[in-house]
């Protein structure tokens, strides 16, 4: 008998943890820019940063659903 399956329950820890993971990757974005640019690396490269860090927080908490 097919019905609907039950709703996915949505853990804080999963939240928490995209977030750590987000921020994780931001910084050690930015490490490497201002290393590789020998100072300030420019607003593109931070951009760049930032959105690569969203990607990889949302992806890590919806792959821990």
């Known amino acids: 008998m097919r019905g609907r399956a039950p ?29 590789l640019a020998g100072g300030f690396p420019g607003w593109a490269a931070i951009a760049g940063g930032l959105a690569f860090a969203l990607v990889v927080g949302a992806w890590v908490r919806l792959a821990d659903l």
């Open 7 to 35: 709703p996915v329950k949505r853990s804080i820890a999963s939240l928490v943890g995209g977030i750590a993971i987000a921020l994780g990757c931001l910084i050690l974005w930015l490490l490497v820019a201002f290393e």
